[in-house]
């Protein structure tokens, strides 16, 4: 496909979809919006009643619906050759994300999953220093609420820092090794994991939901350089043994500060760059950032915590 030529995209269910996001993906200039199947009316926008004639209209389709993220409307995108971008693939089991790879393999077609946490600009800006981390840090605890019972400390909180370390590392994982504490509830109240990867590296991660206090960072350490980002305060500092650089502050060496909004408005301005991100997968030919691959080694690795704590949890609850 030519790299100028606009994508032409289809919107899969409702869910997330909205008008500031459908203005989101015409102001970009990389995609013509087509329409929709089985999702909201807008203006100048097609809502295809057949969902064969929705596929044949389209390069690429936007599931933000996990609703509409089963297998068989998915893999049926897949076989028509579309490109496929999935928010929340949750309706897939394991053995179906690897049916999908393995269709879009021979498809000559690209997946991308919703792992918005790899577009954020902590690391567009670290791109710079050539990360090779030997080890990773990472500490997300939230403030302890008796009524958010249903809050999983591996799925809701440390699930993002297992995909950072995976990324960081960009290396297979070797072991993993996990442990947690039931204090409050029957459930892990606190969790921490190690996880070895093959290049040498070491990420350690701690997550809790009975902290006093809302905590998330991530530290890396490498030769010559060290790394701390504070996701609260959206502070990434940058510590390297080379000549002070221009902007740098103290014995902290560059300190970025960001405003990302966690509201709506962040939520567009994230998605703007996923998007961007699979059109240029799309038009170059090259592998997502955040595709099905990465999110079944993120899978496989969150299975074997899990797979740990049937071993190694306690709980006095």
């Not at 869910?15 to 009316?41: I, P, Q």
């Not at 000559?108 to 999953?113: A, L, S, W």
């Not at 993993?176 to 996880?195: E, F, H, Q």
């Not at 059109?279 to 955040?290: F, Q, R």
Request: aromatic fraction near 10%; glycine fraction near 6%; charge should be negative.
């Amino acid at each position: 496909m030519n790299q100028k030529a606009k994508v032409r995209i289809g919107l899969l269910g409702a869910g997330n979809f909205s008008e500031k996001v459908l203005e989101s993906l015409r102001a970009s200039g990389h995609y013509t919006v087509v329409g929709g199947f089985d999702c909201s009316a807008h203006d100048d926008f097609e809502t295809f009643h057949r969902f064969n004639d929705f596929l044949l209209a389209v390069d690429s389709v936007l599931v933000l619906d996990i609703l509409s993220s089963n297998f068989a409307q998915l893999s049926q995108v897949v076989k028509y050759g579309k490109h496929l971008y999935i928010e929340n693939p949750g309706l897939c089991g394991r053995r179906d994300l690897r049916s999908l790879e393995l269709l879009a393999y021979e498809s000559g077609t690209h997946i991308q999953i919703g792992l918005k946490q790899r577009f954020y600009s902590y690391y567009e800006d670290l791109q710079k220093y050539h990360l090779t981390p030997r080890i990773i840090e990472s500490s997300r605890y939230v403030k302890f609420n008796k009524n958010s019972t249903q809050l999983s400390v591996i799925d809701d909180l440390m699930q993002h820092d297992i995909d950072v370390a995976l990324m960081l590392s960009s290396a297979d994982v070797k072991s993993v090794y996990s442990t947690a504490v039931g204090i409050v509830s029957k459930d892990p109240d606190v969790v921490n994991t190690r996880i070895e990867f093959y290049n040498g590296c070491v990420a350690n991660l701690s997550a809790s939901k009975i902290s006093n206090k809302e905590v998330h960072q991530t530290k890396f350490f490498q030769s010559n350089t060290y790394c701390s980002i504070d996701y609260e305060k959206q502070l990434l500092k940058v510590q390297t043994n080379a000549k002070e650089e221009p902007d740098s502050h103290e014995e902290w060496g560059v300190r970025t500060s960001y405003s990302q909004a966690k509201d709506s408005v962040g939520y567009i301005a994230m998605f703007a760059k996923e998007m961007n991100s699979f059109y240029h997968c799309i038009t170059n030919g090259v592998e997502p950032i955040a595709g099905i691959s990465q999110y079944l080694q993120l899978q496989s690795v969150t299975d074997k915590v899990k797979e740990q704590l049937e071993r190694n949890f306690t709980t006095n609850a």
